[in-house]
């Protein structure tokens, strides 16, 4: 297969890089990570140049764009850093649950109002004791009259304490395991919400949080996607969330290695360059060819996306190739750097913290294999 960009694809991708440098660069980036802050004033830009709606169809107002445009999209938006990127990709493939199931109601309600920057999304799978397990969810939804009333405790909903937040709860309404599931549109002020914030050492600029749901009341017109379809609704969430998350650890990756490049080439010990001695030269190499094999996989899984392909097993594929890769890219830039590369303002410790979550975040490693081996069937 040929994955070379078309022109169209290669404009995207300069438009992308030259607004990272302009508009973020690493001094804002290693603010907003040390300082915890969403960063909105990108966000708002992103919203004016009508991104945020990239994945919408143009009758939503959206720019109805394919998910290689989207990939690009992630690869850049993550150049400096995974975090900020989660903060972009978070609310795009998550609002695109409300194109794809949502009600005209629904649509009517939220999108116009997503594309300004305003309204914000966060998607709430995760419980205390449904980790990987995410189908043994067991906050519950119950019917009264015209509104669910939710009880039950979330972990990990990313971003559910900002402003203009709507949460998309996967809940249980019924005791089939995969079948008694629902997604339902959980405002985050709705009374009887408590959200938590969780002081971890990733995801710093979107936050994550703890949600306890205490006889929470919505009305039925919340639920997303028909009842009992919530697995479903979530299988096609995780799939572009996943193919996201590759993207960008590609893009990071990138970023990482340069970083690396430049700081040996520069660094003299023993009267010669850090890159000139075998065993750096050698593990930079070797990173280079595994982030070439990385972002072909993406660009493979995003590519049969677009076709409207089964792409379980590549997507999983790109999602833990794409995330070891960025892992051994920033576990040996921090050892290139010796001790600097333990300081923010060299930007190493931000890569590996943000690289190592991703062999946990969306869906673990371990997890990603079970999928390929089932695919595979074994
Ligand atoms: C910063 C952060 C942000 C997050 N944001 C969100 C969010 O916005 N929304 C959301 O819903 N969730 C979110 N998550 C949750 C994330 O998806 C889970 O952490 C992940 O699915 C793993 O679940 P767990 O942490 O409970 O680990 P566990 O499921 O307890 O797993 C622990 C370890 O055991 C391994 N393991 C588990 N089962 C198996 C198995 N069958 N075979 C082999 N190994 C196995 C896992 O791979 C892992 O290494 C976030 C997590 C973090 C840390």
């Known amino acids: 297969m040929d994955f070379r960009h078309t022109e169209e694809q290669k404009m995207w991708l300069d438009t992308l890089d030259r607004f990272m440098e302009k508009e973020v660069g690493r001094e804002y980036t290693r603010k907003h990570d040390a300082s915890r802050q969403f960063p909105e004033e990108i966000y708002y830009k992103v919203a004016e140049e009508g991104w945020l709606g990239m994945l919408l169809p143009e009758d939503l107002g959206g720019m109805g764009l394919d998910p290689v445009m989207y990939a690009i999209f992630c690869e850049k938006i993550a150049k400096f850093s995974l975090d900020t990127a989660a903060c972009f990709m978070q609310m795009i493939f998550t609002a ?88 339902i549109l959980v405002p985050n002020d709705t009374p009887g919400l408590e959200i938590r914030k969780l002081d971890t050492i990733v995801r710093k600029s979107l936050g994550t949080t703890q949600c306890f749901y205490d006889n929470v009341r919505v009305p039925v017109a919340n639920t997303l996607g028909k009842v009992g379809d919530g697995w479903n609704v979530i299988g096609k969430h995780l799939q572009l969330e996943r193919m996201s998350l590759a993207a960008s650890y590609v893009g990071n990756a990138r970023t990482a290695l340069d970083d690396t490049i430049r700081y040996t080439k520069d660094r003299k010990q023993f009267g010669k360059s850090l890159s000139s001695f075998q065993v750096i030269k050698h593990r930079i190499a070797e990173n280079e060819y595994e982030l070439a094999a990385a972002r072909l996989l993406v660009y493979n899984a995003a590519t049969m996306l677009a076709r409207g392909e089964h792409a379980l097993k590549e997507v999983s594929m790109a999602k833990v190739f794409a995330v070891d890769t960025a892992f051994k890219v920033a576990f040996n830039g921090m050892q290139a750097m010796g001790g600097y590369g333990q300081m923010p303002e060299f930007d190493m410790e931000r890569y590996f913290r943000e690289a190592k979550h991703g062999m946990v975040g969306g869906g673990a490693n371990e997890i990603q294999r079970s999928i390929i081996a089932k695919e595979m069937g074994i």
């Open 96 to 183: 695109n649950n409300l194109a794809t199931h949502g009600t005209k109601e629904q649509q009517e309600k939220y999108i116009p109002s997503f594309l300004k920057g305003d309204q914000r999304f966060a998607i709430s799978i995760s419980e205390p004791n449904a980790g990987s397990d995410a189908a043994a969810a067991s906050t519950k939804a119950v019917l009264d009259g015209d509104h669910w009333v939710i009880n039950g405790a979330k972990m990990w909903c990313s971003g559910a304490h900002h402003k203009n937040t709507t949460i998309v709860l996967m809940a249980r309404t019924s005791q089939e395991r995969y079948d008694g599931l629902t997604t």
